[in-house]
């Protein structure tokens, strides 16, 4: 059994930028969460992916965006990037939605922005 | 709006001394809630959730719904407890809510 795994480990932005992190989902899990992680606090919502479909949002603002492919790997983007985008970014993925207590995490992606 | 609290930063015990990770919770109606922990270098996972009602390695967690609290116990620590460890809250399935809510953490540290 394959676990999350994300990519890529570690990068470096520029204010402005674009950024696009990537998660594969653990076998036989067919829901997506991403969190953002900032130094010092617990993981925080972003969005979750069932089946392709964005299925609920936390509250960040729409320059963060996702998607999820047939085989239910994720993409999280993040346009116009600023300094308080730097963070730890989580992925979890879950058997199904309602199965969501259940969370299998990746060992996340962390992005600074300068 | 759903929010989870833990009051304590950084505990610290002796091995072999009872141990109370504090979480409190705000939230009209009846989450889920679970502990997450992550110990050093691995990944975030799950501990145990309310429902269960299990004991994992040695913890335990009581949901009491009168002071809206799910606070872990041990009652002997372990050197190798030592890890952060996350509350978090799961609104029921049919609340059209699939939003993990996690508290800010606690770092326990076990003293040898």
């Known amino acids: 059994e394959t676990g999350v795994t994300q990519s890529p480990t570690h990068l470096i932005k520029t204010r402005g930028q674009q950024v696009t992190l990537r998660c594969s989902s653990q076998?036989?899990?067919?829901?997506v969460s991403w969190y953002q992680q900032a130094l010092g606090q617990g993981p925080q919502f972003i969005f979750q992916y069932y089946r392709e479909e964005e299925n609920g949002r936390g509250n960040f603002p729409p320059r963060f965006s996702g998607l999820q492919f047939p085989n239910y790997s994720s993409e999280l983007n993040v346009n116009a990037l600023e300094l308080d985008d730097s963070a730890l970014y989580l992925c979890a993925s879950s058997p199904w939605a309602g199965e969501s207590y259940e969370q299998y995490f990746g060992p996340g992606t962390r992005l600074t922005v300068t | 709006a759903q929010r989870v609290t833990q009051p304590e930063k950084l505990l610290s015990v002796f091995k072999g001394a009872p141990v109370e990770l504090k979480c409190n919770y705000s939230?009209?109606?009846?989450?889920?809630l679970f502990w997450y922990v992550q110990y050093s270098r691995q990944r975030l996972q799950l501990l145990l959730r309310?429902?269960s009602r299990e004991s994992i390695k040695g913890f335990t967690a009581d949901l009491n719904k009168g002071e809206t609290s799910f606070h872990l116990k041990k009652p002997f620590a372990q050197e190798e407890d030592s890890a952060m460890y996350y509350c978090?809250?799961?609104?029921?399935?049919?609340?059209?809510?699939?939003?993990?809510?996690f508290g800010k953490g606690t770092k326990l540290s076990v003293i040898p």
């Open positions: 978090a809250l799961l609104p029921p399935l049919g609340a059209g809510s699939y939003q993990l809510t």
């Open positions: 076998s036989g899990h067919n829901t």
């Open positions: 939230y009209s109606g009846s989450p889920e």
């Open positions: 309310h429902i």
